[in-house]
Nanobody
Framework: HVQLAESGGGLVQAGGSLRLSCEAS????????VGWFRQAPGKEREYVAA????????DYADSVKGRFTISRDNAKNTAYLQMNSLKPEDTANYYC???????????????????WGPGTQVTVSS
């Protein structure tokens, strides 16, 4: 059983950067792919990025490709989301999850993940 806690959010101007962290409790973190999702008020949870158990083969939503970078350090039980060139439309609460349901063929279904934390709020001002 893995439980996650997100941190690193804040208020930033458009064009700025933030680095989010996703720290896991439990010894099986390295067994799973990790995904980042976000949810703005009144909207559904949206896929952002994911990375496999080894830290290879990152995957990104088209809306963040070229601006965000996902990584992980299994020795620290932590995944990261480096966000550059932030836009007002990136404003949301950001969540991370571990992909415990491997029968999903793609990373972008939030139903494939567990261990969600409370999220960390990112607000980008114009």
């Amino acid at each position: 059983h893995v439980q996650l806690a997100e941190s690193g959010g804040g208020l930033v101007q458009a064009g700025g950067s933030l680095r989010l962290s996703c720290e896991a409790s439990g010894r099986t973190f390295s067994n799973y792919a990790v995904g980042w999702f976000r949810q703005a008020p009144g909207k559904e949870r949206e896929y952002v990025a994911a990375i496999d158990w080894s830290g290879s083969n990152p995957d990104y939503a088209d809306s963040v490709k070229g601006r965000f970078t996902i990584s992980r350090d299994n020795a620290k039980n932590t995944a990261y989301l480096q966000m550059n060139s932030l836009k007002p439309e990136d404003t949301a609460n950001y969540y991370c999850g571990v992909m415990t349901r491997g029968y999903y063929s793609t990373y972008d279904a939030h139903q494939a993940y567990d261990g969600w934390g409370p999220g960390t709020q990112v607000t980008v001002s114009s």
